[in-house]
């Protein structure tokens, strides 16, 4: 560990009994002298100061939970972690953690955590401990052999594919951004395209939507930017309980501006508890809440008029053609679930520019018909299909719509309450038309800020560990990109319109210099920098597929890292038979999980079972070294405070090591087929451990080939392959200068907590994405207290500018430079397979009728028909709606808490949440055993009857609600049944996302075995 990176406790008098007791009396009230005197504040502060331990080495790292970032302390003395702290001089947390992050100290000193590689032979009942060289070797062979009997090279049309479907693998949103790196480099050497993670099931919707919007698909803001906000809504998210330190943020709103925070959510949480207002709505009701805001903006000119016309395609002139009829957009096919989209265009002129009318009043401006679009959202619709009230949705609406105000700024908060729906990426357009006309994009205080639950999701995303793209956002090609010229065509955005910069014309760059990254000196101009090598789509291969790949026999081999879809898949008990069918499995964690254990659950005879299995004892966050992005794109570097236990290793050396014994099995290999995994860069320094992360955060970056220099930035990539960057966003992370990572500056120029000499956020050190949008047309800002950018006659100042740094405002440039159009999108004319503008459906499982339309749910959602996975509840039998949640003590699949006693002891055994009157209905008390029903399964829990959660108006009747954590499995300390037993199987139009968040049930009374 560098030693300019230790956080420093000077030395200090030795720790007596008497004085532990005294600074424990600090922890838990005043602290009184014998004689009764209190002591000062000065005095207190002395004698904290005189107990540091004086024998413990201090070292920073970042805490492996939520997306926050926070950073952590952890005090290390003969080689064991005997405390860990938040770290005070951290902008974001400032010392403090949750829950969680405190508890992370028995992480790394836990009787449960794995220290010895451990081995299930086909129908054993148990576990037995085998070495490392045996099972590296033994899972290198069951790749090859699995890949050599179900590769493909052409596909039935012919098409060169250069693929495997008899593998998969699962990458993590919890190991460090090098790590993921490498898994993505594996994955593609193999001709992996059954490759996924964590972020499908969260936030891909979030991706997919911002991304039309805005052009990225990122949170735009950034934590500690919550606090410059006039209003928070919070929707979709409990953002008390899940992201309580971010919630400090919220509350430095509140007390210094006097922010209005806004709680929507179907259940009274401990967000809504807080908040000046609350609204409850019915989960899967967000489009018909905001669409209804939208209109009551529109209706009543409340939109920010000038940032409108400026910086939005409102002006833009639609297609004649494009239609809307009865929830239905034109070019709908029935027969296979899909749009034409060849009318969800723009009129164009002759140039091939878009035409506009910048008065906003032709008829077929994206103006007039988004009027149009949201005329039908009034406020009695949306109060019959929500269960709002009257007044608690005028409430709502008057209050956030007062932020369009050029003085003002308001954000929208959101998570997985809003993602995980069949219309998920509409329900977050909702969010971006309505801020977008509120003028609330790329200012201090506003934005849209995606909530990220799990420590590197960002980064795992931006590292592609997802079947449809390459590191960075660019498209793995398809059967269709027969050559780099063709993919290149396919995928670059081309406009003759000299008001966009459309950045994303610049891919032949980023790819290039990705390739030669891949393939180094083997990448040339003469191979096409061996595009060829690159595995190619011919279907969907996302998460549910993936699973379904493995329940019909598809997938024969799985590689695990760090994930347990046992618990987290949709239809959980599914993806365990899944599981049953594989040849092999091998699966890298710190703790035994269901997943690894899919052969012991409740109700199976492991003798009937074949699977092989492997479980690689992986090294936690404070063993290890290497960088996360939290939610706001801040990259942060982890050092490692202990060597990691027993025989654990770090991810980097189990990829490295999995990837050098699968190459020795194809050693002097002339197939065709094996010559990118034989050809593939993997050039890392070692210090015994596995690669140096340094080096592969150097390759991240890239180089001047010509000169071996770092590069500076992105700006220097080429497509003559004179550069290399393995991840093109990231390049300028690690320059000549250093690890951008590692810097922990705490100097803030902006006044409006930037902090732009702390960590290292892509792209280039910006903080605030969008921040053109937060000057008006001649450069100057909208609100001069919050100033986020500013033209000063030759260039723009403040943060790094979201726009060509020399251009001027005459120039006209739009400020959304990763758009094709340069614009901000009310009207998504490409991107999204369900609409252009978000429309309300009901969800896969509802017990009330569409009121806005015939079609009752989203036309393009993904179904599935294969037996088994198409099952779908009746509500004359399920009448009861239900939605999974989480909290404040338990994380995501439950591994990472239910196995660390602080944690288990909170929150010991699965509940759910009921009102009083369901209660009294099923003649349940609180705290009695129930069980719960869906038409995929049945589960038992304790019921929790609160008033928190009450039943909804819906057009004249009542409905039942109740919440149900879905952390909980059967391995762990805590163990009780899963949720997702319960959740349908069914994706997201555009990402295949589940719909965990609204689906039917029934509760009888009565456990399981009762």
Not at 106 to 128: C, F, G, M, T
Not at 563 to 584: E, F, H, I, M, Y
Request: glycine letters at 8%.
């Amino acid at each position: 560990m560098r030693e300019d990176h230790k956080k420093k406790k000077g030395a200090t008098l030795k720790l007596t009994r008497r004085k532990f007791l005294q600074v424990s009396a600090l922890f838990t009230g005043s602290l009184y002298l014998k004689g009764g005197g209190q002591l000062s504040a000065r005095e207190t502060d002395d004698l904290i100061s005189s107990l540091k331990i004086d024998y413990g080495r201090d070292t920073t790292t970042v805490c492996v939970y939520c997306s926050v970032g926070c950073g952590q302390i952890a005090t290390t003395h003969q080689g064991k972690v005997i405390n860990i702290e938040g770290d005070p001089d951290h902008p974001i947390n400032q010392g403090a953690l949750c829950s969680k992050g405190a508890a992370a100290y028995q992480i790394v000193n836990n009787e449960r955590r794995l220290e010895r590689v451990k081995y299930r032979a086909p129908r054993s009942d148990h576990w037995e401990e085998v070495s490392w060289k045996f099972a590296l070797e033994r899972i290198a062979k069951k790749v090859k052999e699995t890949r050599d009997d179900t590769w493909v090279e052409q596909d039935e049309q012919g098409r060169v594919v250069n693929h495997t479907e008899g593998l998969a693998m699962l990458g993590c949103a919890i190991v460090n951004n090098e790590e993921c790196y490498l898994i993505h480099k594996l994955a593609r050497a193999l001709g992996v395209v059954y490759l996924e993670h964590q972020a499908r099931l969260c936030h891909s919707s979030t991706v997919a939507a911002l991304a039309d919007s805005f052009g990225r698909g990122a949170m735009t803001n950034h934590w500690i930017d919550i606090g410059n906000s006039d209003c928070i809504m919070v929707i979709g998210s409990n953002a008390a309980e899940n992201h309580p330190v971010a919630f400090r943020w919220i509350n430095e709103a509140r007390e210094k501006r006097g922010a209005k925070l806004i709680s929507i959510d179907p259940r009274f949480t401990r967000t809504s508890a807080t908040a000046d207002m609350y609204a409850p709505m019915r989960s899967g009701t967000d489009i018909a809440f905001i669409g209804g805001i939208i209109n009551y903006v529109l209706q009543n000119r409340l939109y920010n008029k000038d940032y409108v016309a400026e910086f939005t395609n409102a002006s833009f002139l639609i297609n004649p053609e494009f239609r809307f009829e009865e929830g239905l957009f034109s070019g709908y096919n029935t027969a296979d679930r899909r749009y034409n989209q060849s009318s969800w265009t723009y009129q164009k002129d002759g140039d091939g520019i878009p035409k506009r009318d910048t008065q906003l009043r032709d008829p077929d401006t994206v103006f007039q018909r988004l009027k149009e679009h949201f005329s039908r959202y009034d406020v009695a619709t949306v109060s019959n299909v929500t269960g709002t009230s009257r007044e608690d949705f005028m409430s709502v609406a008057e209050t956030f719509a007062a932020t369009g105000a050029s003085d003002k700024a308001g954000t929208i908060l959101y998570s997985m309450g809003t993602t995980q729906h069949t219309k998920a990426a509409k329900n977050i357009r909702t969010y971006a038309i309505l801020q977008l006309l509120l003028g609330n994009l790329g200012i201090a205080g506003g934005g849209i800020n995606a909530m990220r639950g799990i420590s590197n999701v960002q980064g795992s995303t931006d590292h592609a560990l997802l079947f449809h793209l390459l590191p960075g956002y660019m498209s793995l090609p398809t059967a269709d990109d027969t050559s780099l010229a063709t993919y290149l065509e396919r995928n670059v955005a081309v406009t003759k319109d000299p008001r966009s910069v459309n950045y994303w014309q610049n891919t032949p760059n980023f790819l290039v210099s990705q390739l030669k990254a891949f393939y180094g000196e083997k990448a040339s101009p003469e191979n096409e920098f061996c595009y060829d090598y690159l595995p190619r789509l011919t279907q969907d291969c996302s998460f549910l597929s993936l699973v379904e790949a493995m329940y019909t026999g598809t997938i024969k081999g799985m590689l695990a890292v760090g994930t347990n879809p046992a618990v987290s898949g949709a239809q959980a008990d599914a993806v365990r038979k899944g599981l049953d069918n594989l040849d092999w499995l091998a699966v890298a964690d710190l703790w035994d999980t269901e997943t690894a254990s899919f052969w012991k659950r409740p109700g199976v005879d492991p003798a009937d079972i074949d699977t092989e299995v492997f479980l690689l004892p992986a090294a936690s966050s404070l063993e290890k070294e290497g960088s996360i992005s939290n939610s706001g794109r801040w990259s942060q570097w982890r050092y490692p405070a202990i060597s990691p236990i027993g025989e654990a290793k770090n991810d980097l050396w189990i990829i490295d090591q999995v990837f050098q014994h699968v190459r020795q099995e194809y050693a002097g290999s002339s197939a065709q087929k094996d010559q990118p995994l034989l050809n593939m860069r993997w050039e890392y320094g070692s210090n015994g451990n596995g690669p140096n992360a340094h080096e592969v955060a150097k390759e991240i970056n890239g180089y001047d080939l010509r000169t071996g220099r770092l590069l500076s930035s992105f700006a220097e990539l080429k497509d003559d392959g004179s550069t290399s960057s393995g991840n093109w966003i990231y390049s300028g992370s690690y320059t000549e200068e250093g690890n951008k990572a590692e810097k922990r500056g705490l100097k803030d120029p902006t006044g409006i907590g930037l902090y732009p000499d702390w960590s290292c956020a892509w792209p280039v050190n910006r903080r605030i994405l969008y921040n053109r949008a937060s000057c008006d047309a001649q450069g100057q800002p909208w609100d001069t207290e919050r100033m986020v950018i500013r033209w000063d006659g030759t260039s723009w100042t403040g943060d790094v500018p979201d726009f060509p740094a020399a251009s001027a405002p005459e120039e006209g440039l739009g400020p959304f430079i990763m758009t094709r159009e340069g614009f901000g999108r009310l009207f998504g004319a490409e991107g999204l397979v369900d609409g252009p503008f978000p429309e309300h459906y009901e969800a896969l499982e509802s017990p009330v009728e569409n009121l806005f339309s015939i079609t009752q749910t989203n036309p393009a959602a993904r179904l599935w028909t294969t037996e088994g996975l198409d099952i779908v509840g009746d509500p004359k039998d399920f009448p009861v709606i239900a939605s999974t949640c989480r909290m404040c003590e338990h994380w995501q699949a439950g591994a990472m808490t239910r196995n660390l006693p602080w944690l288990a002891e909170l929150v010991p055994d699965m509940f759910v949440e009921m009102s009083p009157s369901l209660a009294e209905d099923k003649g349940i008390r609180h705290g009695d055993k129930v069980t719960i029903v869906s038409a995929r399964g049945r589960i038992e829990a304790y019921a929790l009857v609160t008033k928190r959660v009450q039943p909804f108006p819906l057009n004249g009747k009542l409905y039942e609600q109740v919440a149900l954590p879905w952390h909980f499995g059967y391995v762990g300390l805590a163990t009780g049944d899963s949720a997702n037993s319960l959740t349908p199987y069914i994706g997201d139009a555009n990402t295949q996302i589940p719909e965990y968040k609204a689906f039917l049930c029934r509760i009888e009374n009565g456990g399981l075995t009762q």
